[in-house]
DNA sequence: TATTTATTTGACTAAACGGTCAAGTAAATA
DNA sequence: TATTTACTTGACCGTTTAGTCAAATAAATA
């Protein structure tokens, strides 16, 4: 009962991702998700309560979906920016970096970020 | 002739170089950098010009003096949020990296961001 | 069809942002 | 000592920030 959603949360995390990666995590204003969803600050206030939350949303699903595109750029916004201020974040990453420490993981995440800079590929 | 400077150069860049590193390049703000310092607003702009100018500063300088504490930390940070920005920077980072390349600096780099994030160390 | 319930809308807010500048102060020179 | 020059001070500015909310709208139920 009630409205329906007027969009695909999975694809609005997806571009809400791809913003955060571009921007980084304080370099992007809610004005920036607002621009590049096309929704409106009321809307993902009530889907996602905070900036925060979502991020949270976006770093969680990319990691479920194993999207390799978005996860990586997350996960090194995340390690910079949000880990060190929000537990949540932490949590997940940690969880996260447990599961794959066995693999070259130092070395995978320094080339990502290399790339992210724009320094390699 | 005229007043002298009443502050360290190198000094201040070192506090706002560690501060860039704990809060991030968008996190910090021209507060936390007078509060760090010491100085105020005016002198901060009369010796570095900007924002930006204050971090090429602090970067530039340490990678001249090899300060590892604060050359690791401000070239992640440099990659994240300021290179695909900042030319300058962007510049500053390149030179640095082609001249380390031939090292295992990918590896080096991901493992000071996992320190930076927490997860390690 | 009337009612209920959830979502959408966008104007609004208080706080924080990077940056400026005229006035005040101290050091060096003449 | 008087003048010049550079640095310091902090109030101030317009803009941007994350977040709020009452009103409007649409879907589902009764």
Redesign the interface.
């Known amino acids: 009962m009630g409205r329906k959603k007027s969009f695909n949360t999975d694809d609005v995390l997806s571009q809400i991702g791809q913003i955060f990666i571009k921007k980084?995590?304080?370099?992007t204003s809610l004005d920036d998700i607002v621009e590049c969803t096309g929704l409106l600050r009321g809307s993902l206030y009530a889907t996602f309560g905070s900036k925060q939350g979502m991020f949270i949303s976006a770093l969680k699903l990319s990691l479920e979906r194993s999207n390799n595109q978005l996860k990586w750029g997350l996960l090194?916004?995340?390690?910079?920016?949000v880990?060190?201020r929000n537990k949540k974040v932490?949590d997940i990453?940690?969880a996260w970096?447990v599961e794959h420490q066995n693999e070259?993981?130092?070395?995978?995440?320094?080339?990502e970020?290399?790339k992210?800079?724009?320094?390699i590929e």
Chains 1, 2 share one sequence.
């Open positions: 980084g995590y304080n370099g090194i916004v995340a390690m910079l920016e880990t060190s932490y990453v940690q970096y070259k993981i130092a070395e995978k995440i320094g080339l970020l290399l992210h800079s724009g320094l």
